[in-house]
């Protein structure tokens, strides 16, 4: 189903970047349905009605503008050997830059969020083992002296990251 | 198991593909593999479940996804797997985990809710709760992005 189509203009909510219908239909089209194919902006030309040449210049425009963050693959972390965890730390506003610069600095800290409770600090990280995820956990804790809750996947029901747009 | 190809290909993917007509030969020239390899071991590693998806990841924030939140829930053990089903089933839903409570942490069930707004967040996590039963949740809204980035793997 084609939810673009139902849904009320939100005139007031734009995107600072104006992407036309056009836009829109590319990216939807490269977000689910990437093609996996020699030419795959020719073929997503060829669902959205343009020409290669016109998908591309859209998807280059939308990249430098920033509404695209990537192209590429996401993986299973797990499949590939690598464990993972969300983490969650009481972080005071004198220590957060200092808790921030720390944790950020580990290139297995993949998205770190400050979130509005007492837990305001939450990271996931991902690591070559569950060893080694303890082990960063441990030397965050003694370079900070905050203690990092470490919440784990038990049980994954739903990872969508795709927008309808 | 991943054949060598596979492996190569995997490694060439850690970056972000170029937007060119023929990506995947820029891709496939990384790896020292012919085109029509990396594209077959792609397809392959797709369906195996090595790469949960391949495509565009957009900034929210600018696609009219302005607010974000982690809806934590404390659910009855024995009802984990029904409750986050359905959970997961809600569209405004992106992510859906089980996680074992910690010491002084007793929630064990994340979602995480995207809207327009954190009005429409407050309002999507009471129909939630209305749908599944529970009343014991807790908003948490965010509000910096302190890092996102794509995880290198092998590297």
Redesign the interface.
């Known amino acids: 189903m084609d939810s673009s189509k139902t849904k009320p203009k939100t005139g007031n909510r734009k995107p600072k970047t104006a992407l036309d219908r056009l836009d829109r239909a590319i990216l939807n089209e490269i977000q689910s349905h990437f093609p996996i194919e020699s030419r795959p902006y020719e073929e997503v030309g060829r669902r959205v009605g343009a020409s290669e040449a016109e998908v591309i210049r859209r998807v280059q425009t939308m990249y430098e503008t920033g509404v695209i963050r990537r192209i590429g693959a996401n993986f299973t972390s797990r499949k590939l050997g690598y464990a993972s965890t969300l983490c969650a730390a009481e972080v005071a506003p004198e220590k957060l830059q200092l808790f921030v610069e720390v944790v950020n600095r580990y290139p297995g800290v993949t998205h770190n969020y400050l979130r509005r409770h007492r837990y305001n600090v939450w990271f996931t990280l991902i690591a070559e083992s569950e060893e080694r995820v303890r082990e960063i956990l441990t030397e965050i804790s003694q370079a900070t002296g905050i203690e990092v809750l470490s919440l784990p996947a038990q049980e994954i029901f739903k990872i969508k990251v795709d927008f309808p747009v | 198991m991943l054949t060598d190809v596979e492996k190569r290909v ?1 490694l060439a ?1 850690q ?3 170029e ?7 820029a891709l496939a020239e990384r790896a020292g593999v012919s ?1 029509e390899e990396a ?1 077959a071991a ?2 392959s ?2 369906e ?19 607010a974000n ?2 809806v934590v829930w404390i659910i009855p053990p024995a009802e ?2 029904r409750v ?2 359905k ?2 089933g809600h569209r405004a ?8 409570p ?1 010491p002084g ?1 007793p929630y064990n069930l ?1 979602s995480m809710v ?1 809207g ?1 707004s954190p009005e429409e967040i407050r309002a999507l996590a009471a129909e939630m709760s209305k749908d599944i039963g529970i009343a014991d949740y ?1 908003i ?16």
């Open positions: 995997i993917l970056r972000d593909l937007v060119v007509p023929q990506p995947f030969q085109e594209l792609i397809r590693l797709k195996k479940g090595y790469i949960r998806r391949f495509g565009a990841t957009l900034r929210h924030q600018l696609s009219g996804f302005e939140a982690l984990l797997s986050g089903k959970l997961a839903v992106t992510h859906c985990y089980a996680r074992p910690a942490w994340y995207h327009k807790d948490l809204f965010s509000e910096a992005e302190l890092k996102k980035t794509t995880m290198r793997y092998f590297s």
